[in-house]
Each structure stands twice: as C-alpha cells, then as structure tokens.
C-alpha cells in the first residue's frame, strides 16, 4: 500500500481488498521490510483500528494482508471491552487520527460459546474466566429473546452490540463518529475459508 487511507470509506476498501488478496493466495505482504520498519521508527499512522478476538487464528495482518504501521490492533477474548481497551482505541482515533474502528467477530467464538453455556446451566466459569464470560451474557440473552439459538449468530449479534457499545462508551469516539471523521463497523471473519465481510454499515 502506498498510499494510506483517510477516510473511512477508503480504509474499509482497503480491509476489503486485502482480505480477498488472503482468500485467494496472492497477499502481497506489503510494509514489512526493513526499510520501512527504520521509517516508522518516530510515527505511526495506521488507518484502521481492528478490535478483535485474541483468538489464535484471527491475526489481523495477515488475514487483512497489511503490514508495520497500518493496523492499530486491540484484542480480547471475545472482543470484550472494558477501560483498556476503550482507552486504547481512543488514542488511535484522537492522537494518530485513524479514520476506522473494526470489531472484529469470527464464527466458532469460544467466548460467546461459553456464554451459551453459562446462560443454559447458570453457571459461570471462576476467576476472571467468568468477567470475559459475564461480559458476553447480555449479548447472549439479547439472541436468545430474539428466537436466535445459533451460536455463530449470536458472535455476529454480540459484534454489532459490541459497535454500538464503543460509540455509548466512549465521548471522543462518538464524538468523532458524529463529525464524520470515524467510522465503526462490524466484521465477521470465517476460520474456514478466510473471508472477512461487512456486518454493519458505518456509524
């Protein structure tokens, strides 16, 4: 990539593009050599924000097919969002002025599935197992009263309220969201074939 996105329709093509690059076998790995490590030595500019799962298969570089310097990357079992997290997406948003927050949803989510299960039996997992779990219930509950019983669209359910949770949370980020300066979007990736798609049209 040359030249870097700055708008949030320009970053989502560009997420786009890259991820079909991955799908296909024909990622081009770009921003990963040396030279380009030494001149994001003093500044970043990344143009999009990827919260997502910690999940080992759900590398944001290499299934979006970026390299140094282009994602601003936060994750978290379950894409669960607490002060950190917060904190951080809105350094990128305000302070590195990234045009695009991502949360980043995958079908088979161990999280959500745990969740499921604490709904269905009332029992929560111990130590601190059980704050990503609880964090993730109210999602579960809002499917499970809409008649939705299958796990992989619960995840797709929690990633969109996991988006409108951000913007509520966060002043500085609906506040950019507001000006048109951000945007947030909901993405489900697949662990079978790779594709990443849309789930929400920008806030």
């Known amino acids: 990539m040359t030249v870097r996105p700055t708008t949030p329709a320009q970053a989502i093509a560009e997420l786009r593009a890259g991820n079909e690059r991955f799908v296909s076998g024909t990622a081009k790995h770009p921003n990963q050599d040396a030279d380009h490590r030494a001149a994001l030595a003093r500044t970043q500019t990344p143009f999009a924000v990827i919260f997502g799962c910690s999940d080992s298969r759900l590398a ?25 997290v917060l904190g951080s997406i809105e350094y990128a948003v305000t302070i590195l002025n990234t045009p695009l927050v991502v ?23 111990s130590g601190f197992l059980g704050t990503v779990v609880d964090a993730v219930v109210p999602s579960v509950q809002h499917a499970m009263s809409q008649q939705v019983h299958d796990v992989d669209e619960i995840v797709d359910i929690h990633t969109q309220r996991t988006v409108g949770q951000l913007v509520r949370l966060s002043d500085k980020l609906a506040k950019a969201v507001t000006e048109g300066r951000c945007a947030v979007v909901g993405m489900s990736y697949q662990l079978s074939d790779g594709k990443a798609r849309l789930l929400t049209p920008a806030s």
């Open 103 to 125: 949360v980043l949803g995958h079908n088979s989510c161990g999280a959500v599935r745990a969740a499921c299960d604490a709904v269905a039996t009332g029992d929560t997992p």
């Open 60 to 84: 944001a570089e290499i299934i979006f097919d970026q390299g140094l310097g282009d994602l601003f990357v936060v994750r978290t079992a379950g894409h669960t969002a607490g002060a950190g």
